[in-house]
């Protein structure tokens, strides 16, 4: 039964909503056009011909009817008849003049029966024109809005027919009203009358409004303002009076006000209040007296106290120059006190003492020079305090100490020198902290060194969000914004004096914060961890945690100097250092130009090639008459003396411990002087220089010997160089370093005696840098002369020397043809096991893919054997390779003969320990049959038996085993060569051999127990064939007798 009268009433339901949906269809016959929006609404315009409407009307079925005339004041409203509107709650009248007929009847013409709001705003001059005939038949009305019609009269009895208004609006005209104008209404709740220049209201003008809960009179003039004017408004809460001009107020005014909750009397012309002004509005939630026109230079003593439901106070723009102590007493709900931009110069230590639910509190611009530490001692729920722009000069130990929920601070352009150590300890729960334009030089907490640094005297404010420094005197950052502080985002510290910073400094528990370090005086910005830092922090997290790491760090304005200090910020900024490190660090750059050194001044810092930056060394470290710097990019010791009209090397190269700390070499420039010479010994420092540039001098020899081995640049031009002794030329020979060098521009002489100078400059031509411009002093280029040139021989001497040459090396090329013929074998493994010539070896394309090098088969029995001797023997030898054992590389639990065929498959070679235990293991036998008839299948052998122990009687064996050992190669342990037989039978790393077989020969085991030649030919690129035992079996009889 329950459900079928749901069914009923969503039935019933959904048909009204479709009947009133349906009350109002697009007019057929009207001369309008017509249109549905997407919301349900429709468009007339009206008359229809298209261009000329002159009304626009908006319909919401239901809700409301609006009419703009279109020009504005168009009075053709006749166009609305017969429009069949149907029922709406709100008639809106726009830009058109007062109809020449009641509303009432110009509703009715477009079908509206009746509705609660008219709204008529014409925006032009109505002035007396609105009459009671226009308000007949309104009786339902209950909302009229006759806003902004520039009003100037009204007839007493306007409202007389519309005795249900319960809210009316008269705002924006220019009003006078009669005294009896509102004695219809009295049902009224909501009456604005703002902006109406009214100076002046009849006594008794509300006397019958007893249910009047709001009372707009901003923006008037009034000046008789009374007690008798409010008497009978005992319900209203709510009442304007701002910017009425007011210089003060009667003792009484609100005396029968008892129910008044809210009070604006902001914008007024006070020069004073009276004491108990408020005393009966015991009800009063908020007041506003603020915008004060004229000077107030106090407030009465209690003005605000005892008001006990009193919430929240603005007495900001007044002007105050000082407050009675006893202001806000007893109004103990007060949460929000403003009184910022006034002329406060100190505090009532007490004025707070009862506001215990204070919440918020703004003193900002005034200009209080102290505060007292009692002054906020019962404040524990503030949870926002203001106090920017004043002259405070230093916070002290308790004046925050009761701040326990304190999240908002703002102390901004104040004078701060001065923060006690435990100003902040209680305000644990602060999110924002302004402390920018100050003096501060100095947050450092005493007795708060930590292993990560200084802590400030912030270290409890653990929660901080937002902390700003700007624009004082601090030069370091404390270690707590970093470790402390995990939600920190914002750090603007721009404006200071900072000096310096390292990646360390950027290192911070908070994720994506905002590090604003601008216009300070960073000259050095050293990342030389960074990499480091980001590949520990970030060893195993994802990329988009990563990103979250980053701390963006704005660096504009600063004075960087572009020196070796700066070259991993170059990196960085041109994204060469490890991209890791980007999740760590982000710098904002935008035109962040360099500062110094000269050179690079105003040059943008990520155009700086890092490979150029140095830094200066100290002069006392350098050689008299020279400059030295640091090259950061390869570690070099920079030692210029170019140009210095210097006659002789210095005596030495800078040495000191720091420098050799820091650099690995020296490159010394000695361009542009008159030395004449090297000494034949050269001082301290000198085996570090790799690189001498000692052109453009007079040199007229040199003794290179006398230079570093290591040398890697040697410049020599534009000299009086004629020759270069055998001892220099060999020096330069051997110096593996050698990349450049340059000897053109020299008188060079050109004879017999220059013959190793010329087959070293033809040798060395790559490295010789103008190499076609080396010249002789007769002006002969080096690039054209040959050593025949220089030293003529006779021709039949070359001719006999020749032919006795050719016929030596024939000589020793047949010996070693026939030495090699007889013993090519035996050459070979040696020659292999030593690791010599294995270029001839190479492992075939059929093996690339192979998994193991070897698969070893052998009995458990001998496991100890493997373990200790062969798998440490073939693993860690050179080569070394990759087993396969049983105990390692199988799976468990897998099915064994899948195994057995799995890791002959996937190895190159099978290595057999064959023994006693062996020949009775069945797994044994197994496995050697599946690497047999692999080898078969493929024509290749891949089987290399160990014989470990003694067989005994071989006619024991399998026919497979048998018939394999009577034809093929087996090593026996304990051999002498066991080794390098074993590797030589192993497959050759790709990198050591070429072409060379790896058994060339079956060999088989003689008395001696050496390898021995057999009869079978040898396949020269393979490994040794296997058509020999194709079918071993056939002749098994033979081979064993």
Known sequence: MYLLKMR???????????????????????????????????????????????????????????????????????????????????????????????????MSTAGIPNVKTLQVQSHSNLGNSLTRAHLAGLSEVTQLNFASNLLTEIPEDLFQDTTNLTWLDMKNN?????????????????????????????????R????????????????????????????????????????????????????????????????????????????????????????????????????????????????????????????????????????????????????????KINLGYNKITEIPEVFFSNQEKLTTLDLRHNQLTNISKNVFSSLRRLEYLFLQDNDIEYIAREAFQATTELKVLDLSRNKIAVLYAEYTDTDFGRHSILQSATKLETLLLSDNYISELYADWQVSMTSLQILDLSYNQISSLTIEDLQFLSTRLTMDLSYNNISVVTLDNAETLARHKFVSAPTNRQENESVRVILKGNPLECDCKAYYLVKFLRGELDPRVEYIVDFDVTNFTCSGPPEFAGRIVRA?????????????????????????????????????????????????????????HTELDLTGNRITSLPNELGKGYGRVTELK????????????????????????????????????????????????????????????????????HRKYKEIISFDNIT?????????????????????????????LLALLGFIICLILVLYYKYQREIKVWLYARGFCLWFVKEEELDKDKVYDAFVSYSHQDERFIVDELVPGLENGSPSYKLCLHYRDWIVGDFIPNQITRSVEDSRRTIVVLSPNFIESVWGRMEFRAAHMKALSEGRARLIVILYGELGNTDQLEPELKAYLSMNTYVKWGDPWFWEKLRYAMPHPPNQTKSIPLISQ????????????????????????????????????????
């Open 8 to 106: 009923i009433c969503l039935i019933v339901g959904l048909l009204t909503i479709v009947v009133c949906d349906g009350e109002f269809e697009c007019p057929s016959k009207a001369d309008c056009t017509c249109s549905r929006g997407i919301n349900g609404d429709y468009e007339l315009l009206c008359p229809r011909a298209l261009g000329h409407a002159t009304l626009q009307i908006n319909v919401q079925p239901m809700k409301y009817m609006t009419v703009q005339c279109m020009p504005q004041n168009n009075n053709d409203l006749s166009l609305l008849s017969g429009l069949q509107i149907g029922s709406v709650k709100a008639f809106v009248l726009r830009l058109c003049p007062l109809p020449t007929m009641p509303f009432k009847d110009l």
């Open 1002 to 1041: 079956a060999l088989k085991l003689n008395g001696t127990e050496k390898l021995v030649n057999s009869a079978v030919d040898v396949n020269s690129i393979t490994t040794p064939p296997t058509n020999i035992i194709v079918d071993p079996l056939k002749n098994l009889s033979s081979k064993l007798s």
């Open 776 to 804: 002789c002093a007769s002006g002969a280029y080096f690039s054209n002369i040959t050593k025949t040139d220089l030293c003529p021989t006779p021709l039949g001497i070359n001719i006999g020397i020749a032919l006795s």
């Open 208 to 359: 019958n409004l007893t249910k009047l809960r709001l009372l707009n009179l901003w923006g008037n003039r009034l000046q008789n303002l009374s007690r008798s004017l409010f008497t009978d408004l005992n319900n209203l809460e709510n009442l304007d009076l701002n910017n009425n001009g007011l210089t003060t107020l009667p003792p009484d005014l609100f005396a029968d006000l008892s129910k008044l909750r809210n009070l604006n009397l902001n914008g007024n012309e006070f020069i004073s209040l009276p004491q108990g002004l408020f005393l009966g509005t015991i009800n009063l939630e908020k007041i506003q007296i603020h915008n004060n026109r004229r000077t107030l230079r106090a407030f009465p003593p209690a003005l605000l106290s005892n008001l006990t439901h009193l919430r929240e106070a603005y007495l900001n723009d007044c002007n105050l120059t000082n407050l009675p102590e006893d202001l806000l007493w007893g109004s103990v709900l007060l949460i929000n006190l403003t009184l910022q931009k006034n002329i406060l110069a100190t505090l009532p230590p007490y004025l707070l003492k009862d506001n215990t639910d204070l919440q």
């Open 694 to 761: 000692i052109g453009h001098n007079n040199l007229t020899k040199i003794n290179i010997s006398v230079l570093s081995p290591n040398l890697e640049v040697l410049m020599l031009e534009n000299n009086n160089l004629s020759v270069i002794d055998n001892g220099s030329l060999k020096m330069l020979e051997n110096a593996k370093g050698l990349r450049l060098l340059t000897l053109h521009k020299n008188p060079w002489k050109c004879d017999c005696s220059s013959k190793d100078l010329l087959l070293f400059i």
């Open 608 to 664: 700086i090639d890092p490979r150029v930056l140095t830094c200066k060394l100290r002069e006392r470290d350098c050689p008299k008459g020279c400059s030295c710097s640091f090259r950061r990019s390869n570690l070099a010791l920079v030692v210029d003396c170019s140009f210095r009209n210097l006659t002789a090397v210095p005596l030495s190269m800078p040495a000191s411990e720091i420098v050799l700390d820091v650099t690995n």
């Open 174 to 206: 220019n009003l006078r009203l009669p005294k009896g104008i509102f004695r219809p209404v009295p049902k009224l709740e909501v009456l604005e009358l703002g902006s109406n220049n009214l100076t002046y209201l009849e006594p008794g003008i509300f």
